[in-house]
């Protein structure tokens, strides 16, 4: 998805794509190339990278080639590099474009060292901070989201809206979710027997879940998810997402200023009511969460869909004991996770030693959510699905401080978008070749273009 500057700059956790040429990529050698491998599992790939060449055809000088590594041919698993640093040299160095060489984490428990600890800093002005996509310049344009400050500064914020995702707060809005769920089904199936089930479910409802919890007026949902839409549509260009933005927080700080004067009990009025913010900043708050519970949500139901539709043993077995389904939704959020492809960065703010490796104060360390979460140490059959296994522990949101603060919401909206999905369709099926669909590619956010299904 093209991104503009603007975009990056207020969102870096989420500072979703690369600007730059999705040919050059790398693992964590120079000399490793698995674009071309065919499962997660596997380990067959070519370790030189080969340019097949005629005689008579000069060869085009080598391209350098910059981390991440696309996903292989199973979109669900990592990039199967990556997989293989996990065994063979856990904490490595990887080169960014920017000519920076962070290191990169890959097992379990470093990687919860990592977040957890508080000799690493999410601070993205801090020195040595990892920009494995945007220029750096870019991304400190202004004040950082919360996701990318640390200490008080990270938790006064977070405290200010985290009263509206607790466990309690989330499961008093089961009903809320799913009419949202159902009333996005009901047009779905009225304009059938196809759809993109990425346009028209994994995105409107997380899209109209927000929209409720900021407080935007049920007319004006229309208006906004339409805008929010075409923040994610791959095919904008760089100066229609900078504008989608640039209107859609005009309208957030519109809201604000309509919530100071009729408070309600949403979001967008705490911050003006209750935490005095000033409506810009509100807005920019809004936007925090809008970025962050939109796209993760709306990739990982697409993509765990299309890991059921690819498992049909797992899928019958949740039709048949739907109870399952709340411990399945952390088993799909392990087994795809769809955030942190190129890693979660941090920066070591004290010397320490991740893995045996000692970091030094003022380096970067991208931290590997999708290939810690498939480490045998912890989940011994890390490579398969299994919608009755035990995915406590899992890292697809995070650990330590910043740590999801949508989990628990993000969780009831998966089990409430997928049940309901399987229930009201339970033929559904592909409408293409598995083969034939196209995924985000280098992105933050994992996921697929579109999903073409029938019933
Ligand atoms: C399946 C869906 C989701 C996934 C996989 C996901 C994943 C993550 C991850 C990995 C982080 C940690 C970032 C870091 O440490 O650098 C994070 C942070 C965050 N997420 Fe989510 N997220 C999801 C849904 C949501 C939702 C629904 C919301 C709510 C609106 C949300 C709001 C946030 C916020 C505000 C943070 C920053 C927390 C902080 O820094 O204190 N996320 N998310």
């Not at 990687?111 to 000799?119: I, P």
């Not at 109209?208 to 339409?226: D, K, N, R, S, T």
């Not at 075409?230 to 900078?242: F, I």
């Not at 498992?311 to 088993?331: K, M, N, T």
Request: glycine share 6%; net charge negative.
């Amino acid at each position: 998805m093209p991104q503009s500057p603007d975009h990056i700059s207020h969102s870096d956790h989420f500072d979703h794509s690369d600007h730059s040429d999705p040919a050059h990529r790398i693992g964590p050698t120079d000399s490793t190339d698995s674009t071309d491998s065919t499962d997660s599992t596997d380990s067959t790939e070519p370790t030189t990278p080969t340019t097949p060449t005629t005689p008579t055809e000069p060869t085009a000088p080598a391209e350098p080639r910059y981390f991440p590594e696309p996903r292989g041919a199973c979109p669900f698993a990592p990039a199967p590099a990556y997989e293989r640093a996990r065994e063979e040299e856990p904490v490595s160095r990887v080169p960014l474009r920017d000519g920076s060489r962070p290191w990169m984490v890959t097992r379990h428990a470093d990687v919860r060292t990592v977040l957890t600890d508080r000799r690493f800093g999410a601070d993205a002005r801090r020195a040595g901070f990892p920009f494995p996509f945007a220029a750096r310049a870019f991304v400190l344009q202004g004040e950082p989201p919360f996701v990318r400050m640390d200490g008080e500064e990270h938790a006064a914020q977070r405290r200010m809206v985290t009263r509206h995702f607790t466990a309690r707060r989330t499961e008093e809005l089961r009903p809320r979710i799913q009419e949202i769920t159902d009333r996005v089904l009901d047009e779905l199936v009225a304009a059938g027997p196809d759809a993109d089930l990425v346009r028209d479910f994994a995105l409107p409802v997380p899209s109209l879940v927000i929209c409720h919890l900021l407080g935007v007026p049920y007319a004006q949902h229309a208006f906004f998810q339409e805008r929010s839409r075409a923040l994610v549509d791959h095919t904008a260009t760089p100066e229609q997402t900078a504008e989608g933005w640039r209107e859609l927080v005009e309208y957030l700080e519109r809201l604000a200023q309509d919530k100071l004067r009729e408070p309600d009990d949403s979001i967008v009025s705490d911050l003006v009511n209750k935490e005095w913010l000033e409506p810009a900043k509100a807005a920019a708050m809004a936007r925090v969460l809008l970025v962050g519970g939109h796209e993760t949500s709306a990739n990982m139901a697409a993509l765990a869909v299309l890991a059921l539709l690819r498992h049909p043993d797992q899928l019958a077995l949740l039709q048949e004991r739907p109870e399952l389904l709340p411990g399945a939704v952390g088993e799909l959020l392990r087994y795809v996770t769809v955030v942190g492809d190129p890693g979660l960065p941090r920066v070591a703010v004290e010397d320490a030693t991740v893995g045996g490796q000692p970091i030094r104060a003022g380096e970067g360390v991208l931290c590997m959510l999708p290939v810690a979460n498939r480490d045998p140490e912890v989940f011994p059959a890390g490579a398969t699905l299994d919608v009755t296994a035990d995915a406590r522990g899992h890292l697809a949101f995070g650990a330590g401080p910043h740590q999801c603060l949508g989990r628990p919401l993000a969780q009831l909206e998966l089990e409430i978008m997928i049940g309901s999905l399987f229930r009201r369709l339970p033929g559904l099926r592909l409408a293409v070749p598995f083969e034939d669909l196209r995924y985000r590619e280098r992105a933050l956010i994992h996921g697929p273009l579109e999903l073409p299904v029938r019933w």
